[in-house]
């Protein structure tokens, strides 16, 4: 086979002329979405990048650094994953409705959709129940799309039309559509799991089960196989109730102890937002950060540590809801860009997509 040409760097002029129209809409659509949260009296929040810890969720992966002090002494610091631990100490100061556009770091994730640095649009209502969010998602997306001048979402053709109400599909009815499974029937009303029974129910669905497999490790195999793929086509979808043990960060829903109060926005296909009704149980909130550094061994090898005055602010916190919404996904969605390095102004290098 003839010998191709690498492809030319993002900063050729050629390259970047083909791009910029699109780097241009990002800009405008960042301009819309801050004039929308200051309409509705929320406050912008910088999040200070370098953390104690990056967040313990057992499959988010960070950069780690360290500061050294004037007389030599070194400090293990951490590039933030989220800004959810500085918003969420901004709650507990007294911000009721912090938002933040923050650069955000995680590593092991570069491909069409991942990027190890991107942007997230985060943003918090005290007092306030996490359907208000549905709400605010259903308005933003309706907001991109104007400001992009397009009656359609579209990524690697699907679509899903942005002025129409969001689809609401809790993971029990989407288990059950996509793949014929009865979740709740492999959780208990304590949260346990039972691994065994979701096992058996995967594989009468024909997806593959290891003996290693753990119950979330078939959960995450259903959802990414069988259920993501249907999600936000023709219109956008929101997936709700999550199993607690799928929710660290998120509080048990009222209605049912089974699930909890989490959302995923949806659409084209593409994961674009996550949300919480916001635990505010230190005690608990310890708990599930343990479990889930212990996971996190057992697969990676390493832990994060557990940053102390997260949990002492989570105590002080007020009720509240918050969510975390990919601002470079939704960008591609808007001018219909196959890859999130088309709409990033300078992709990071040295990394093989």
């Known amino acids: ?81 989220s800004p959810e631990f500085a918003c969420k100490k901004l709650l507990a100061a007294g911000e009721a409705r912090p938002f933040s556009v923050a650069r955000v770091f995680r590593n092991r994730e570069r491909g069409p959709l991942h990027h190890p640095e991107f942007t997230m649009l985060e943003w918090y209502r005290a007092r306030e129940p996490y359907g208000a969010l549905m709400r605010d998602c259903a308005d933003l997306l309706a907001l991109a799309a104007e400001t992009a001048g397009v009656r359609h979402l579209a990524h690697r053709g699907r679509e899903a039309d942005p002025f129409a109400e969001p689809e609401r599909l809790t993971l029990a009815e989407a288990f059950s559509r996509h793949a014929g499974i009865d979740l709740l029937a492999t959780v208990t009303p304590d949260g346990s799991t039972d691994r065994d029974g979701l096992a058996a129910a995967v594989a009468g669905a024909g997806l593959r089960v290891a003996d290693d497999d753990t ?120 001018c219909g860009a196959p890859r999130i390095d088309d709409v990033l102004w300078t992709p990071v290098a040295g990394t093989a997509p």
Not at 63 to 70: M, P, Q, R, S, Y
Not at 283 to 312: C, H, N, S, W
């Open 1 to 81: 086979m003839p010998a191709t040409d690498p492809p030319s760097p993002w900063w050729s002029p050629a390259r970047h002329a083909d791009r910029r129209p699109r780097l241009i809409l990002r800009n405008r659509m960042l301009a819309a979405l801050r004039a929308w949260f200051a309409a509705r009296d929320f406050v912008e929040v910088e999040a200070a990048c370098l953390q104690v810890s990056p967040g313990n969720e057992a499959h988010l992966s960070a950069f780690a650094t360290e500061a050294v002090g004037a007389s030599g002494a070194r400090t293990a610091l951490y590039l933030h994953t």
């Open 215 to 334: 119950w979330a490790d078939l959960f995450s195999r259903v959802l990414v196989a069988r259920i993501e793929p249907g999600l936000g086509i023709g219109r956008p979808t929101i997936l709700c109730e999550y199993p607690v043990s799928e929710a660290a960060l998120a509080r048990p829903s009222p209605a049912d102890p089974r699930v909890a109060e989490r959302f995923e926005l949806y659409a084209c296909g593409v994961e674009l937002a996550n949300a919480f009704g916001e635990l505010t149980d230190p005690d608990e909130q310890r708990a599930r950060f343990t479990a889930e550094m212990a996971v996190k061994q057992r697969v990676y090898g390493e832990t994060y540590p557990i940053d102390e005055d997260f949990l002492d602010a989570l105590g002080q916190m007020p009720e509240a809801s918050g969510i975390a919404l990919g601002f470079d996904r939704l960008v591609m969605l808007a």
